[in-house]
């Protein structure tokens, strides 16, 4: 199970941070339709294009190889904090914790240390 | 396939911001069943992995590229109200940090790539394997097929909120055919991805693929031994 989390992270970070670059920046789907149809020109800039790591590359970083890269590991490291946060906090506990709490009861304390 | 400010008009911006709370709210109960100490860590795996896949643009043909939407991977992975909330991040975090994908259109986002992408994928999913044979080995392809209908499902799903709110005069059959069109070819390339990554998945650890739940149900109970007769009705 941790093994497979560290190589599965591995992998996403080497995608995010290496791999990227190697990307197509050919127009996506949607923006060639736009193109092709003609509403690409409705687009506007978003709010947030001038944030430090718009367009997936980080302000005041020169390298492409290292901007791309670097915005790409922020960008999978807050998803990961985000989405490992949320699915955690919304999680079933399981009938294992339970009762290894009910077992740990006997010598009280832990529980009541919040208060 | 991250629609921008300005495509749609307000209204309908509204509109799909209210479309998607609702189906992020829903998914919030949802996802709880989903959910427990061992696929938590790998909903928060999955969602990592999808927005890392979505950069890598693959190209497609004539000067147009694609990418990983990941609705159908993540919900064969990590369960379907749950793969909601994992896109829902991926675009919250595009959106905000990266400019890809405008504010206003957050909620049109999230409509066609969570809500959409992840029903249809779900859904295509589910459908292949009622006709597959109910081995571990037809979840990689059922996964496959529910990609491979997903992303069609979002271009027309995209070309639906643009007759209703686009903001140029484009003649409908015209878009519609230009998105299905580019994103049929698309949605190749995400079923050769989600083939592949559910594949790898299935060889290595089946028994953290939701999707493989229902084929590894006999299995499983072989192998538990009751040690805690509280713990039976789990």
């Not at chain 1, 922020?74 to 490992?84: E, F, H, N, P």
């Not at chain 2, 990941?70 to 905000?96: D, E, N, R, W, Y």
Request: aromatic fraction near 6%; hydrophobic fraction near 50%; charged fraction near 15%.
């Amino acid at each position: 199970m941790k093994r497979f989390l560290v190589v599965g992270l591995a992998v996403s970070f080497l995608l995010a941070g290496i791999v990227s670059y190697y990307a197509s920046a050919h127009p996506d789907g949607l923006e060639r339709v736009a193109e092709q149809v003609g509403f690409a020109d409705t687009a506007e800039d978003s709010t947030t294009a001038d944030g430090p790591f718009a367009d997936y590359s980080v302000t005041g970083v020169d390298d492409d190889r290292l901007s791309g890269g670097l915005a790409g590991i922020v960008g999978a490291a807050t998803v990961l904090v985000l989405a490992g946060g949320l699915t955690w906090a919304l999680r079933r506990r399981t009938a294992s914790g339970a009762s290894a709490d009910s077992g740990a009861s006997a010598d009280s304390g832990a529980d009541h240390g919040g208060d | 396939m991250h629609v921008p400010d300005g495509f749609l008009d307000a209204p309908t911006s509204l509109a799909t911001g209210a479309v998607a709370v609702a189906g992020v709210a829903i998914a919030l109960r949802g996802a709880r069943r989903e959910l427990d100490d061992r696929t938590a860590p790998i909903a928060g795996l999955v969602a990592t992995f999808v927005f890392a896949g979505q950069m890598v643009n693959f190209p497609v043909a004539g000067g147009t590229s694609g990418h990983l939407l990941g609705g159908a991977l993540a919900a064969v992975l990590a369960g379907p109200f749950t793969a909601v909330l994992c896109l829902s991040v991926v675009l919250l975090v595009q959106a905000l940090l990266m400019a890809d994908g405008g504010i206003t259109a957050l909620g049109t986002n999230v409509t066609l790539l969570a809500l959409v992408a992840v029903v249809v994928g779900w859904l295509g999913f589910r459908a292949a394997q009622t006709v597959l044979p109910k081995r571990l080995a037809s979840v990689p392809p059922a996964a496959a097929f529910g990609a491979l209908v997903s992303v069609p499902a979002a271009a027309v799903a995209f070309t639906g909120l643009y007759a209703l709110g686009g903001t140029a005069p484009i003649p409908l059959d015209t878009l519609l055919t230009a998105m299905l069109g580019w994103h049929t070819l698309i949605g190749i390339g995400e079923t050769v991805i989600t083939g592949f990554v559910v594949g790898g998945v299935v060889a290595v650890r089946p028994d953290l693929v939701y999707g493989a739940r229902r084929v590894l149900a006999t299995r499983e109970l072989e192998i538990r031994t009751p040690q805690d007769p509280a713990g039976a009705t789990s």
